[in-house]
Each structure stands twice: as structure tokens, then as C-alpha cells.
């Protein structure tokens, strides 16, 4: 065999091996690869192979080339129709990309478009606390999955959690992202610290493109976020009680919230407090019956019922089953003795024993626009995408006020 043909063929070997490593890392799409001489010497070979290799998959559309810039995933390829031998060990990412994590915006727009025009499928994951997951989460689930089979693509779930209140490792979490490679990642705003730091560990290139969902926010913000604006809605309960003249207050929150957003809700509480000249207790109980249950009993425990509160804001409705027992223990009816709004998600019901006054928050609209936001990242990468904080809708119904008892 002469040297050419030698060369030749082993230009089309790694041709091949490169369709084939980047087949299986979507998320990969628009990095930059390393230059051609520092790929020839990481893999042994001459630089005249590198460079045919990566002009088969340039004229095929996989690669593109931008003046002093480089050259980067395009599309994502389909894989060969028979497999490389040890094309994973020779080509693995550290290897084939560049170490800066640099990404094409052009590339990504280009990775977008062609999906949409050749019918592509793309791939997203949803990460958070999917296997111990709440009611909330699973609608909320519900709208991202609409919205993305709406879109014709792939959705894949994966848990971040080892128990209801323990995250994984994050390296555990990294190996995870190095076997699930997507084009984009939708991630529960409660575990976002912990994804970014196991998506640091797996070299996920910032530019990947990513939404934080729901769980409020904190002092560390994670871009683009969508989520309930917690502090507007908490605010905009206390005032349906001040509107009633009730003066006496209390905010149920619960146990589970993350540290800086009970931070944040307990300072607007405070700070309505001093504005509005009424006092407020907070009770955080964890997020179950018996929680809501001892909580409401300990409001009312002291003796002198004008200490007792004459309004009570239930932040979580896993609460409000307990709330509602403990109020017949104690003979108090609510919307009477004692005012009771209750944050609410649309399509998740709330226990029977009243017709609740409540804020409405549509999560399933949350899940679909988490999707669009995604998508506009990878349609308009140069643009940075806004956050999107949710407002509530105030239903009123019979348990806001109190027909009985002093309003002092």
C-alpha cells in the first residue's frame, strides 16, 4: 500500500471516529475544536490527515469554519453505519475541543435553524428532585413536556437528589452530564447551585444553554430564570387581609424552602410590618399534614385570644389539609373567626373543607415558557434572554375575611 492511500485512509478512519464522537455529545454543539496542529499531536498523526478529515465534515455541513475564529460544530451528524473501534478512548472531548469552552453563536443559530428546516430533533434535560418529586413539580413537568413535544423535540428527566432533602454528589451529578449530553438543560431553581457546580466539574461550556424553573429566587441568581415572584405574592396576601382590616397577621411558610429565599420572604414580611403598622408572626413548619396541622394549633395556643392571629397566609397547599383539621379541632370556621388565604398552583386542587380564598399561580404556563426561553437561546444566542417573574391571580372566595371577633 503506498503512503497516500496509507494517508488517505487513515484521514477517512478519523473522519468517521469524528462523526462518531460527535454524534453522541449534542451538547457539544457550536464548541470550538482544538487547532489542527494541536490535534495532530495529541493524536499522533500528520496534520495534512487532521485537515482532510475535518474538510469532509466541513462540506458535509457537520463543521464550520469562521475566519480567526476557528472552526465548530455546526449540526449534529448522524452516526456512522458501523461503529468505530476506540473512536470514545482517541477522541474523547478533552481532547477534540478547545479548553476555553468558546461556542459560536453563529454555530448555535446555525445548529437551530438547520433542526427546524431539516426537521431535526433536539434534545433537552430536565434536572432536579424528579424522583421524590412534589405535586407542584409534576405539573409543572407537565407544561414543559407539552411545550416541547409541541416543538418536536426530546425531553429527558434526571434527578439531582438522593432523598427529599439531600443533593447528590455534584461529581456524581457530572458523570451524569458527561453520559446525558443535551442541547439544553432546564433545571428546578432549588438544586440550580448544585447543577452549576457539577456542570463546572463536567467542563458544560457556559454558553449551553439553560433555564432555572420555579423554586423562587435567592441571593445567588442564576440567568434566565422563570419562577413566582414569592415576595410580591406574600405582600399582595397580607395586603387582601389589610383591605379586610385585619391587623393581627401570620405567614405559613414551610420547612423545605432554600435558605436565601426564607431570608428574602421573612425580610418583606418585616418590612411590611413597619409599613403597614400590623404585626405578623411566621411559622415553618415541614410541607405535610401534620405540619399544618401543629402550626395552626401553636398560633392559637396562647390563652388571650386577641393575640391570635386574625388572618393567616398558607404558603404551600401541602400544608392546608392540616390547617384545616386543626381549625375544627378548635371550632373556628374560615372567612368567621379567622381569615385564611392560600398560595395555589393551577391544576393541583385544594382540600374540600372550604372554598379558599386564594393567589393563583399558573405553573403549567411556567413549564411552557421555561421551553420557549430555551429555545429562543439556541434561535437568538447573541441575545441574552430575560427572566420572567410570575404574578399571581387573586381569587377571591370565602375564607379572606373575618365576620366575627374584634378587628383591633
Not at 423562587?216 to 410580591?232: H, K, N, T, V, Y
Not at 426564607?262 to 400590623?278: F, K, P, S, T
Not at 371550632?331 to 388565604?341: M, N, P, Q, R, S
Request: proline fraction near 5%; glycine fraction near 8%.
Amino acid at each position: 500500500m503506498s503512503q497516500v492511500t496509507a494517508d488517505h485512509n487513515q484521514s477517512q478512519h478519523l473522519s468517521l471516529a469524528l462523526r462518531q464522537t460527535l454524534s453522541q455529545t449534542p451538547s457539544q454543539v457550536g464548541m470550538r475544536l482544538q487547532s489542527e496542529e494541536k490535534l495532530a499531536s495529541e493524536l499522533g498523526i500528520g496534520r495534512r490527515q487532521i485537515r482532510e478529515a475535518i474538510n469532509q465534515l466541513v462540506d458535509d455541513g457537520v463543521l464550520i469554519r469562521q475566519r480567526g475564529s476557528g472552526t465548530f460544530v455546526r449540526q449534529l451528524p448522524k452516526p456512522p453505519a458501523q461503529p468505530v473501534q476506540d473512536s470514545d478512548r482517541t477522541l474523547g472531548a478533552d481532547i477534540l475541543f478547545a479548553a476555553d469552552g468558546h461556542r459560536s453563536t453563529h454555530a448555535l443559530r446555525e445548529r437551530h435553524n438547520g433542526a427546524i428546516a431539516n426537521k431535526q430533533v433536539l434534545h433537552f434535560g430536565l434536572w432536579g428532585d424528579m424522583h421524590c418529586s412534589t405535586e407542584t413539580n409534576q405539573v409543572t413537568i407537565e407544561g414543559i413536556v407539552e411545550a416541547t413535544q409541541a416543538a418536536g423535540h426530546r425531553l429527558s428527566l434526571h434527578s439531582m437528589i438522593s432523598g427529599p432533602d439531600n443533593g447528590m454528589a455534584a461529581q456524581t451529578i457530572a458523570d451524569e452530564l458527561h453520559r446525558h449530553p443535551c442541547d439544553g438543560y432546564l433545571v428546578t431553581g432549588v438544586w440550580s447551585a448544585l447543577f452549576e457546580e457539577a456542570a463546572s466539574l463536567a467542563k458544560l461550556s457556559p454558553d449551553c444553554p439553560r433555564v432555572y424553573v420555579g423554586g423562587g429566587r435567592s441571593s445567588e441568581i442564576f440567568e434566565p430564570a422563570i419562577c413566582p415572584d414569592l415576595s410580591q405574592i406574600t405582600h399582595r396576601a397580607l395586603d387582601q387581609f389589610k383591605q379586610q382590616g385585619l391587623k393581627r397577621l401570620a405567614v405559613m411558610l414551610h420547612a423545605n424552602i432554600a435558605q436565601p429565599t426564607m431570608d428574602q420572604l421573612r425580610q418583606a414580611v418585616r418590612r411590611y410590618e413597619i409599613l403597614n403598622d400590623c404585626s405578623c408572626q411566621i411559622v415553618s413548619p415541614p410541607p405535610t399534614f401534620s405540619g399544618g396541622l401543629k402550626a395552626n394549633r401553636k398560633l392559637f395556643s396562647d390563652s388571650d385570644p386577641n393575640t391570635h392571629p386574625q388572618g393567616i397566609f398558607v404558603f404551600d397547599n401541602r400544608l392546608l389539609e392540616g390547617v384545616a383539621e386543626a381549625l375544627q379541632m378548635m371550632d373556628l370556621t374560615a372567612g368567621k373567626e379567622v381569615g385564611v388565604i392560600v398560595l395555589s398552583h393551577r391544576g393541583i386542587a385544594l382540600t374540600d373543607h372550604f372554598d379558599w380564598s386564594r393567589l393563583e399561580v399558573d405553573i403549567i404556563q411556567m413549564g411552557r415558557l421555561a421551553v420557549q426561553i430555551l429555545l429562543q437561546q439556541l434561535s437568538e444566542p447573541e441575545q441574552y434572554p430575560c427572566s420572567l417573574m410570575l404574578h399571581p391571580r387573586w381569587i377571591a372566595a370565602q375564607t379572606h375575611s373575618m365576620t366575627q371577633g374584634a378587628h383591633a
